[in-house]
C-alpha cells in the first residue's frame, strides 16, 4: 500500500475533533499519515499540533504549507467563503484536494475548481459524508434496482438544534452562502443522488423565526451576557479544554473570531427553517424542508420516495428503511446501521483517491449540484420566484 501525506487546512472543531483524530488513529492502516497543518491563527495551530500530535508540520503560510515535504493530499476546513481559492491553489499545487462542504457560495468559483480539477489532473472530493453512510449504502441499490420503479417524488425533511449556526461564522452569509449551502448541501445532494438527475428549477418559503433579531443589547456574546444564567441558548466557551484552547481569549486576540457570539443579533441574515420545491428533469419533483430549531437524540432526516410501483420510507434517527408496494399490503424493513460510519467510509475513500486517483463517491460534480441547488433555494426565498438553475451558471 503506498503510504500518503496528508496535511489539514483550518485548524478548528471540525479539522481538531474529525479529521486530525482519523488520521492520526486510524489513518496509518489506510496508509495515509497527518504531516501538516496550516491556519492564519498561530494560536490556534499551535493548540491543534498540541492536541493532535508534535510530530506534525504547522504552517501559518498557505503556500509554504503547499510545498510541505511529501504532501500529497489537502483537507480543507476553513469557512465556506475561503474554499474556492484555497481548493484551486492546492489543486494547482498537484495535490488532491477533499473540501468540506459547501464546495463554494457562489456558481462561479464551484466553476473555477470543476476547472482546476481537470487542468491539474488531480481528484476533489467533497464533504458529503452522508453519501457513505449506511442508510444510503443500502436505499441507492433498492432505487437502482427499480424496485419501486421509476421514482417520480422525493420529500425530506431534516430537523436538528442548529443553535449554533447562528452564533458562529455560519451566522453570514458573506461566509456560508446562507443555511441552504452551510447546511442544506448534505440533503439537497441526497435528494439528488436518489433522483439520478440534476435539478433544473427550485422555487420555495423560509424565514428566521425562532433566533429573530433582538433590537435592544441584551450582550453580544454568551461569555459577557448579563442574561448568561437564564438563556437557553448559552453556550461556554470554558465548558472543555478542547473548546478553550481553540476558541478562548488567546486565540480570539489573535484573529478576532468570537466562537460564541448572540444567536439574537441583529446582524444574523441566515434562515432558521425553509421549505422548498425542486423541479428535475422528465417532470419529476422534490420537496425539501429544514428546520434548525428541533432536537431528539441528533440529526434526524426523513424522506419518502414514491415510484411508478411503490413507495420507500426512510428515517435516519430510527435507521430503517420501509418498502411499500403499490395495490399490495406487501411491507419490507431493513434495520440499518448509523451516520457515523458515513465518515469513516468517507476517509477510506479519500486514502485511496490520493494514492490512486480513483473518483470520490462523493465527487466534485455532486458538491457543484447541491450547491446550485441551495443558491437557487437561497435566491428562490429571498426574491419570492422560481429560480431556474440554468440562469446560475
Keep these: 500500500m503506498k503510504k500518503v501525506g496528508i496535511g489539514i487546512v483550518g485548524t478548528g472543531g471540525r479539522a481538531v475533533g474529525s479529521f486530525g483524530p482519523w488520521l492520526v488513529k486510524e489513518g496509518e ?22 492536541i493532535l500530535g508534535n510530530s506534525i508540520a504547522i504552517y501559518d503560510d498557505y503556500r509554504s504549507f503547499l510545498n510541505a515535504p511529501g504532501l500529497d493530499g489537502v483537507i480543507i476546513t476553513t469557512p465556506c467563503h475561503t474554499h474556492a481559492v484555497l481548493t484551486i491553489q492546492a489543486l494547482k499545487a498537484g ?24 487542468q491539474s489532473g488531480k481528484r476533489l472530493q467533497l464533504g458529503l459524508c452522508l453519501r457513505y453512510a449506511d442508510f444510503m449504502r443500502d436505499l441507492i441499490p433498492i432505487i437502482r ?46 435528494i439528488n443522488w436518489i433522483m439520478g438527475a440534476n435539478p ?14 433582538r433590537k435592544e443589547c441584551r450582550g453580544r456574546r454568551c461569555k459577557t451576557c448579563p442574561e448568561k444564567t437564564t438563556c437557553p441558548e448559552f453556550r461556554d466557551i470554558n465548558s472543555d479544554a478542547f473548546t478553550s484552547s481553540l476558541y478562548g481569549e488567546e486565540a480570539e486576540t489573535a484573529d478576532g473570531y468570537i466562537w460564541d457570539e448572540c444567536v439574537f443579533d441583529p446582524v444574523v441574515d441566515i434562515m432558521d427553517n425553509v ?30 420516495i414514491i415510484g411508478t410501483k411503490g413507495k420507500i420510507v426512510v428515517s435516519r434517527q430510527r435507521e430503517e428503511i420501509t418498502i411499500l408496494r403499490r395495490r399490495s399490503m406487501d411491507t419490507i424493513q431493513y434495520k440499518l446501521g448509523g451516520h457515523g460510519e458515513g465518515f469513516h467510509r468517507q476517509m477510506e475513500d479519500f486514502a ?42
Design 29 to 50: 492502516k489506510y496508509g495515509a499519515n497527518l504531516i501538516a497543518m496550516h491556519d492564519i491563527n498561530p494560536v490556534r495551530l499551535k493548540a491543534a499540533q498540541s
Design 95 to 118: 495535490k488532491h484536494v477533499l473540501c468540506e462542504k459547501a464546495m463554494a457560495i457562489t456558481a462561479r468559483d464551484c466553476a473555477a475548481m470543476l476547472k482546476a480539477e481537470r
Design 145 to 190: 434496482r427499480g424496485e419501486i420503479g421509476d421514482v417520480k417524488l422525493v420529500s425530506a425533511v431534516e430537523t436538528l438544534e442548529g443553535s449554533s449556526h447562528f452564533g458562529r461564522w455560519h451566522r453570514l452569509m458573506k461566509l456560508s452562502g446562507g443555511i441552504l449551502l452551510q447546511k442544506g448541501t448534505h440533503t439537497l445532494d441526497l
Design 200 to 213: 433544473i428549477a427550485v422555487s420555495g418559503f423560509g424565514g428566521r423565526d425562532i433566533f429573530k433579531a
Design 275 to 304: 421549505a422548498l420545491s425542486v423541479s428535475y428533469e422528465d417532470g419529476r419533483r422534490a420537496n425539501y424542508a429544514i428546520a434548525l430549531y428541533f432536537e431528539r437524540d441528533g440529526i434526524e432526516r426523513e424522506f419518502i
Design 352 to 393: 485511496r483517491m490520493v494514492q490512486k486517483g480513483t473518483k470520490p463517491i462523493a465527487d466534485s460534480q455532486a458538491g457543484y449540484w447541491s450547491v446550485l441547488a441551495g443558491l437557487a433555494g437561497e435566491i428562490a426565498v429571498a426574491e419570492n420566484r422560481v429560480v431556474n438553475i440554468s440562469s446560475l451558471k
